[in-house]
Nanobody, 121 residues
Framework: QVQLVESGGGLVQPGGSLRLSCSAS????????MDWYRQAPGKQRELVAS???????NYADDVRGRFTISRDNAKNTVYLQMNSLKAEDTAVYYC???????????????WGQGTQVTVSS
């Protein structure tokens, strides 16, 4: 089990930046994937960025080059640095942790409560 708590959301103008943090209740060094998802009103939740235990990253096409995901295992924290924000980035952002068996069977899937990001002038 792991509890996840997001922070860092808020209101920002278009073109601005925010850094989201996801703090875990235990060590994340053994967690395979740490992800950020977002859900805009009336839309499905979508994957924004992912980072593996080895540090490999993946991004959704519409945030690549603007967002950066990172993890600090010593602080049990994952970050999402968001630059050049657009109105369409407005959503609730959720932190997610996944653990797998050696054969990549999902055995743990944990979510935070979400943090609101609003991009508006």
């Amino acid at each position: 089990q792991v509890q996840l708590v997001e922070s860092g959301g808020g209101l920002v103008q278009p073109g601005g930046s925010l850094r989201l943090s996801c703090s875990a209740s235990r060590s994340i060094s053994s967690i395979d994937d740490m992800d950020w998802y977002r859900q805009a009103p009336g839309k499905q939740r979508e994957l924004v960025a992912s980072i593996s235990s080895g540090g490999s990253t993946n991004y959704a096409d519409d945030v690549r080059g603007r967002f950066t995901i990172s993890r600090d295992n010593a602080k049990n924290t994952v970050y999402l640095q968001m630059n050049s924000l657009k109105a369409e980035d407005t959503a609730v952002y959720y932190c997610n942790a996944k653990t797998y068996t050696i054969r990549r069977v999902l055995i743990g899937d944990y979510w935070g409560q979400g943090t609101q990001v609003t991009v508006s002038s």
